[in-house]
């Protein structure tokens, strides 16, 4: 990872106390995932200087922000901001609300942003005349983010920002802050408890429990790796990244090509030459020991065993490599012993395309 | 001056209520936004004090004004020295005794706007770029333009009204300090009922109006929003 810049902070505060020190990215997402109440929300309020008595250091693009005689105020420090509830300013319509911040942020040198592109990418280029108030929640937060992103800051800090939504304005937003990972070249840092949320969006996670840090690594590796605590979760899944190269609209399939090489049949009818990241969870591999065939599944995957991951319930979490694309398989361990299965064993794996999520 | 019988001491009652409630806004506002922003726990304190004036008697604040501005006191005596004028007795120490009697009636409206407005969009004005001043002038102001009509309409009726305090630091000196309310109570010493009906009645129909209009103000805001 290249880093833009290091955190290093400490915060006391009477029910809990937050004790961080990790590199800032100097683009992709870095997740920092965590349960309510493991302080990845206050870790990023300390970030954009919205707490007080935040003790330690603050380097980001070569600016210091926090340090001993400093204390950059939020104003000063060229961030974008985005909150669990949208905050627009409701005597402001969408237009006000999208200027605030970009005439008034004199600091910044680079070439502005194309509002047009941005209104297009967001979808709000219609929306520009209302107000607040006369727009749904999904709308509000797209507003949000356009006017965070509008001012055109080195660093977005999104705390959140799906968690007041439902499930349909998730799907609704989600694509578009993927889109914007792979547009913006600046970096973001994702606060959030979903791993659904986390898994599609970061390239790089910290995971946070009582306000320290207790994983740091690259999301493809947290989530399958035996020592990161995101394999301890019922929901274990992979994720893959690839290209779509071929588009089955008859039966609404795509298929995408990992940069390793391997073939994977998705639902959707995303366009050939589209980058995705697909989510495989453990749950929804099966393994045989010889390649099947006449199966309803469509994925049958070779690989070898490379690590078990965890068995310390009645099931065993095993980590599958096929070239080098790291998967999950969840099984029985009757299975387990009945397959006679050990590290380094080529197995096939059987993977049902309904049960991919893509972005 | 005395267009009609009485139009002196309402010009100048309303020239008093005016000045003070001009006064109040400036002065309450900081006071109101420290006291709806502050984390110290001599809050209360200060709460208090802002308060006082809502439940002491007219005339034992009054008393007090008149020890504090007399020209025999260091405050009065200042003035004094930098004017020739003094403060008791006088159109300028009636502004200062009305500003302290009103000052409850102008922070505690605007204190509670300023709640209102919550710390939420000042902080996403802050990450947006916007400095301290600069977020207050285009975000807390607006959104607290109800507690701003409120305070002064509360202010200025307040200030109209008032009575004992004139009485004590003012006196009833026609021109200078001679407010309605003590001229009505001049007319009904001498009984002139004529002259207190009208003017009685005029303070009357001032006091509803400006409350009618502050309610329905109010009232047609809070239903767009």
């Not at chain 1, 809990?16 to 990023?44: C, M, N, Q, Y």
């Not at chain 1, 949000?144 to 799907?171: H, T, V, Y």
Request: proline share 4%.
């Amino acid at each position: 990872m290249n880093k833009a810049g290091h955190c290093a902070i400490k915060l006391q505060r009477k029910a809990f106390a937050i004790d961080v020190e990790f590199d800032i990215p100097s683009r992709g997402v870095l997740g920092i995932f965590g349960h309510s109440g493991s302080g990845k929300t206050t870790l990023l309020r300390c970030l954009a200087g919205l707490e007080k008595d935040v003790q330690g250091q603050i380097e980001f693009n070569s600016q210091t922000w926090l340090s001993q005689s400093q204390n950059l105020s939020s104003q000063s420090r060229n961030i974008g901001y985005i909150f669990q509830e949208d905050r627009l300013f409701p005597h402001l319509n969408v237009r006000q609300n999208l200027d605030y911040g970009s005439t008034r942020n004199t600091a910044n040198n680079s070439a502005p942003l194309d509002r047009e592109h941005l209104f297009k990418l967001l979808n709000i280029g219609h929306l520009l005349d209302r107000k607040p108030r006369q727009l749904s929640g999904g709308e509000k937060q797209r507003v949000a983010i356009g006017r965070a992103l509008l001012k055109n800051p080195q660093i977005m800090l999104l705390d959140e920002p799906l968690a007041s939504l439902d499930k349909k304005r998730k799907q609704e937003i989600l694509p578009f802050l993927s889109r914007l990972h792979r547009e913006l070249s600046i970096p973001m840092l994702y606060v959030s408890h979903s791993m659904e949320e986390v898994s599609l969006l970061c390239d790089h996670i910290i995971v946070m429990e009582q306000g320290r840090i207790q994983f740091n690594g690259r999301l493809h590796e947290a989530l399958v790796s035996p020592e990161s605590p995101l394999t301890k979760a019922d929901d274990a899944a992979a994720v893959l990244d690839g290209i779509v190269t071929k588009q089955e609209k008859e039966f609404q399939l795509s298929t995408i090509q990992t940069a390793n090489g391997n073939n994977i049949v998705v639902p959707g009818d995303t366009e050939v030459g589209q980058p995705v990241r697909v989510r495989i969870q453990s749950s929804n591999i099966s393994l045989c020991k010889t390649a099947v065939t006449n199966s309803s599944i469509l994925n049958i995957i070779e690989g070898t065993i490379s690590a078990i991951v965890d068995k310390s319930g009645s099931h065993v979490l095993l980590q599958i490599n096929s070239r080098n694309d790291l998967l999950l398989a969840r099984i029985t361990k009757k299975s387990y012993q009945q397959l006679e299965l050990s590290i380094d064993q080529t197995i096939f794996m059987q993977i049902k395309a309904v049960a991919i999520h893509g972005a | 001056m005395d267009l009609f019988p009485g139009s002196g001491p309402l010009l100048l009652t309303i020239k008093l209520a005016s000045i003070t409630t001009l006064i109040l806004l400036i002065i309450g506002t900081p006071v109101a936004w420290w006291l709806s922003n502050t984390r110290l726990k001599i809050k209360p304190l200060i709460e208090t004090i802002v308060a006082l004036p809502i439940v002491l008697p007219p005339t034992v604040m009054g008393f007090y004004l008149l020890i504090l501005l007399s020209p025999q006191s260091a405050i009065g005596s200042w003035w004094f020295k930098l004017t020739g004028e003094t403060l008791t007795f006088n159109f300028t120490g009636l502004v200062i005794a009305s500003v302290l009697y009103s000052f409850p009636f102008v922070v505690q409206p605007l204190q509670s706007a300023f709640e209102s407005v919550g710390r939420d969009l000042m902080e996403a004005a802050y990450t947006l770029g916007a400095k301290p001043l600069d977020a207050f002038f285009s975000i807390a102001m607006p959104l607290a333009k109800r507690g701003f009509l409120t305070a002064s309409v509360l202010g200025f009726a307040h200030t109209l009204g008032e009575f004992g305090v004139v009485l004590m630091v003012g006196g009833n000196i026609p021109g200078e300090t001679r407010v309605i309310s003590i001229a009505i109570y001049d007319h009904v010493e001498m009984l002139e009922y004529t002259q207190a009906h009208m003017l009685s009645a005029m303070l009357l129909g001032f006091a509803f109006l400006a409350m009618l209009l502050m309610y329905t103000v109010n009232h047609q805001q809070a239903r767009h929003s």
